[in-house]
C-alpha cells in the first residue's frame, strides 16, 4: 500500500521518538483492520520500537484478544470510549510494549446510526508509567478511507502526546 508522504512522516517521528525514550508499541485496531500497524512496518527498523499489533475487527476477537470485557462490549458498544480503553489495556497486558493504542469505530458507507454516526471514531492512549489518554474523532460521513486514514494519523498524534506527557512526569 502507498501512504500519503505527510502519514509516513509522522510515523518516522514517531518510530524515533519511541527509539528515542527506549519505549515500545503495541496496536489494537478495530476499523482501521491494521492499517496503523502496516503504516509503522513500512518504515525501516521499525522493529526496534514496534513490539506487535492486534486487529480485533469483530466482538469476538475483542474479548478473546485484548479482554475486554464482554459486558462492556454489550452496554457501550464496540465504538465507544470504554472499549477503546478496554483494548488498549489489554493489548498492554497481553504483549510486552511500553505504550499501547487503540481505534475503534465506524468506517461506514454503512453501519452508522443517529446515536453513533459514520465517521465516529474513538481512540485510548496507555503508557505503563502514565495516564491513560482518550480522543473522539466525528469526521462525518466522508469516504471510508478517508476515515480510516484520519484515524491513523490522530492515532500517531495520540500516542506522540502521551510519550510527552509522560516524560514530563518523570
Not at 466482538?59 to 462490549?73: C, F, H, I, P, Q
Not at 474513538?122 to 473522539?136: E, Q, V, W, Y
Amino acid at each position: 500500500m502507498s501512504f500519503p508522504d505527510h502519514l509516513i512522516a509522522a510515523a518516522e517521528d514517531l518510530l524515533s521518538l519511541l527509539r528515542a525514550t527506549h519505549a515500545t508499541l503495541v496496536t489494537a485496531e478495530s476499523c482501521t483492520g491494521g492499517l496503523l500497524a502496516a503504516l509503522l512496518t513500512e518504515i525501516p527498523g521499525s522493529s526496534h520500537a514496534f513490539e506487535r499489533g492486534f486487529v480485533t475487527y469483530s466482538n469476538e476477537a475483542k474479548s478473546e484478544m485484548l479482554g475486554v470485557d464482554r459486558e462492556t462490549l454489550a452496554r457501550h458498544g464496540a465504538v465507544s470510549a470504554e472499549t477503546a480503553h478496554a483494548m488498549a489495556a489489554g493489548a498492554l497486558q497481553r504483549s510486552n510494549a511500553s505504550i499501547s493504542v487503540s481505534i475503534t469505530g465506524i468506517a461506514g458507507p454503512g453501519g452508522g446510526t443517529t446515536e453513533k454516526p459514520v465517521g465516529l471514531v474513538f481512540l485510548a492512549c496507555m503508557h505503563r508509567a502514565g495516564l491513560p489518554s482518550l480522543s473522539k474523532l466525528e469526521l462525518g460521513n466522508i469516504s471510508r478511507s478517508a476515515i480510516r486514514l484520519a484515524a491513523v494519523a490522530d492515532a500517531l498524534k495520540l500516542v506522540q502526546q502521551q510519550l510527552d506527557t509522560t516524560q514530563l512526569e518523570r
